[in-house]
């Protein structure tokens, strides 16, 4: 089977859906199947090309025998509306029109910026071939939820387009139930969509010894580490964490951030402000290191702002520190706070508040109840094996192919 896969994420960038789609693409090539990605030059977050690349019209590689197509886009970093619309609609022009050329069975286009499912469609109708809609995020809502835009005329057509284009594809498979029912309720047919949520590659993320060397080359031994690793994003209410880190007493608790994003720049200077010596920033480490930074943290942390849109979200992060052992401070409510309970492999903290914060930070420091969660965590990562997570797709794309 020849499957084509738009996204405007990939590696060696390193978030959630990059790392998605290529550990995805990894297991159907070896079932023998034959993948093409058709991706961006690596930009995120900032919309700077990544060292040894060019945004160029068209550039080919091979990674781990996927055929990956870099099309030319507008770079943007991941502020300012306008900019990010050029940027969106620049990938699903070229992600179109280099797509036409290739041959596959089926296509599937992912989101959260819905532009790339635009292609996709596209597509489908052009080469009369099956499509999948990805859907990792609810948008244009996410974009309304931080403060991005309002409701108008714009966001409302919009969400027309998004409401037809989750009709018009031959499946949804949404990554959380939560999707899901959002789209039951907006009269997507319950059996048009499928549920594969994120996981944990692993062969990459399992528990591990400290990896004492770069514990000590950031000075912190004998420290209680909180660990963010991800996206510095508009939706991770870290400029709150930061704020609330000032009121935490305990001066063996340190916060390590990991990452970049278009609030990386506030909270560094937030946390020059309230002067604080009990936290570090380090910038973007690739995917394979990111199992040398869990090493050397004793919690998880997973936030995001306080809002009901974001009660569907599952932040992929639980999973890889899950399948290391490292219960998760959780400050997201819903699914998210569902399977963490599920499991025992964590604590959830009521989104966006200071006292509970550090009222639950203070719970994970119980040596018992820490143990107890690790434990937790062992359970859940087994059940979020990526391996099974990209059969399960497979098997939906298998369907869809024998189907036409």
Not at 47 to 64: D, F, M, S, T, V
Not at 145 to 160: F, P, S
């Amino acid at each position: 089977m020849n499957i084509l896969f738009l996204t405007d994420n990939f590696p060696p960038e390193v978030n959630a859906p990059a790392t998605r789609t290529f550990e995805h693409c990894q297991e159907w090539i070896k079932k023998g199947h034959q993948i093409t990605v058709i991706t961006c030059a690596p930009n995120f977050p900032h919309g700077k090309l990544y060292n040894g690349y060019k945004n160029k019209l068209y550039q080919c590689e091979l990674i781990n025998e996927i055929k990956v197509i870099r099309v030319w886009s507008y770079m943007s970093s991941n502020s300012g509306f306008s900019k990010r619309v050029a940027d969106y609609l620049s990938f699903a022009f070229m992600s179109f029109f280099v797509g036409i050329f290739q041959k596959y069975d089926v296509i599937i286009a992912t989101s959260p910026q819905f532009f790339t499912t635009w292609s996709g469609w596209a597509l489908s109708k052009i080469r009369r071939k099956p499509w999948i809609f990805e859907l990792r995020d609810l948008w244009p809502e996410s974009i309304k939820t931080v403060g991005a835009m309002k409701q108008g005329r714009v966001v409302d057509l919009l969400e027309k387009i998004e409401l037809g284009l989750y009709k018009s594809c031959n499946k949804v498979v949404a990554v959380t139930d939560a999707f899901k029912n959002n789209l039951i309720t907006r009269g997507i047919r319950k059996d048009k969509i499928e549920v594969i949520t994120n996981g944990s590659n692993m062969e990459l993320f399992y528990p591990r010894e400290v990896d004492t060397h770069l514990l000590n080359s950031l000075d912190l031994k004998g420290k209680f580490v909180v660990g963010y690793i991800g996206t510095h994003g508009m939706a991770h209410s870290l400029d709150f964490i930061v704020r609330s880190i000032a009121r935490v007493s305990d001066p063996s608790i340190h916060f390590l951030f990991i990452g970049d994003g278009a609030m990386k720049s506030k909270i560094v200077k937030i946390s020059k402000e309230l002067q604080l010596k009990n936290i570090s920033f380090i910038d973007p480490v690739s995917k394979d290191e990111v199992p040398r930074y869990l090493s050397i943290i004793d919690i998880s942390l997973a936030p995001l702002k306080k809002d009901d849109n974001f009660k569907t979200v599952i932040p992929s992060k639980i999973f890889e520190s899950s399948a290391m052992q490292k219960p998760t401070l959780l400050g997201v409510q819903g699914q998210a706070q569902e399977i963490l309970d599920k499991y025992g492999a964590g604590i959830c903290f009521e989104p966006e508040n200071e006292v509970d914060f550090i009222e639950k930070l203070s719970i994970l420091r119980d040596v018992s109840f820490y143990q107890k969660c690790q434990d937790g965590c062992a359970d859940l990562a087994a059940d979020y094996d990526r391996k099974k997570l990209a059969d399960k797709m497979l098997d939906v794309i298998d369907k869809i192919v024998k189907d036409q």
